[in-house]
Structures are given as C-alpha cells and as structure tokens.
C-alpha cells in the first residue's frame, strides 16, 4: 500500500507555479484547467499543528491537471527534475494508460517538467513520452536525457505568466496537423 509522507511535498512548487499560471489563463478565458486531488486516508495527524504526517493513497492517480483549452480537452501531469536526467520510474504504467485512452479520445495528454538544476521548464508531448516508455519497456534506457528532448517545447516564462504552456501546446497541435 503507497503511504505519503512529507516527501509527497517535492514538486509543490512547480504545482504552485502552474497553479497560478492555470488562474491567469481562466481569468482570461484562455483555459479552464483543474488540479486533480488525490484521495487520501490520513493515518497520522499532528495535533497542535493540524498537519497530515502519515496517510494511504485511497486509489491511482492519473495526472495532476484536467480541464479544456478553447475546446479541447487536455490532461497533463507535472514533474520535477533535479538533474539533466530523467527516471521513468517516476511515472506509472497507469498514468500512462490513462493518457493514451485520453488522446484516443481526441484530448491532448502532456508532462510539464521542471528541470530544477536548470531552471527550465519542458513541454513533453505525449508522442515523445510513448517512445521513451517503449525504449523502456524493449529493454533500452528507463530515463530520458535533457538533450533527447526536442526543441522548441522549452518554455519561457513571461507576459506574467511563469508556466506559459499555450505556446507549446499550439506547436504540439501544429504537429499532428
């Protein structure tokens, strides 16, 4: 059974982060994304702070972000990344069933990734991500490099916005054009 602990923290920051980015974009009629909550049973409770320590995970996550861009549906996770190199451990065979049935059904799945070393922020289409997976799985590398990623999906914060994703998205759109 998946306990949570204070580790499940890492990455708060980018959520924020994307949180805020996915306000601006509601605020302006651009998107309206959600954060999806995992369900969690708290076994541990600090009482004077009022603080989970110790819980299970009730059920799988899928990812972390849901919702519509100008109609079309889209679903992403985001991860960070501490060093140029990324473990494909840190993403679930379910995670990506569940991307895949998404796209099937004519949504746009992606990872936002955050390369903390390099403070830079990657749009990863879900094409990219199946090779990677299938190299994995075919007995090749179970991690990507940064400089295995393609150009052009690196994002720039600015305008306001520190994750403007819409700009990548659009080139993925562009692509399967």
């Known amino acids: 059974m998946a306990t949570w602990n204070s580790r499940g923290l890492r990455g708060s920051t980018l959520e924020e982060l994307i949180n805020r980015t996915n306000d601006i974009y509601r605020e302006k009629g651009l998107a309206l994304i959600q ?9 541990k409770i600090d009482k004077d702070n009022r603080h989970i320590t110790l819980a299970y995970f009730e059920q799988k996550s899928t990812v972390d972000y849901i919702g519509a861009i ?15 190199t990324f473990p494909l451990q840190n993403i679930h065979a379910h ?23 390099d403070n830079l922020f990657y749009y990863l289409t879900f094409r990219q991500l199946q090779k990677f997976w299938s190299r994995a799985e075919n007995g090749g590398r179970k991690s990507f490099r940064m400089e295995e990623l393609e150009q052009g999906f690196e994002i720039h914060p600015g305008n306001g916005v520190m994750v403007p994703y819409l700009e990548t998205l659009q080139k993925d759109l562009d692509q399967r054009d």
């Open 35 to 43: 954060k999806v909550p995992t369900p969690i049973t708290p076994i």
């Open 95 to 117: 995670q990506m069933q569940f991307m895949e049935e998404f796209e099937h059904q004519g949504g746009i799945a992606f990872l936002l990734l955050f390369y903390t070393s």
């Open 70 to 84: 100008q109609g079309i549906p889209v679903c992403f996770d985001a991860k960070e990344c501490t060093t140029q």
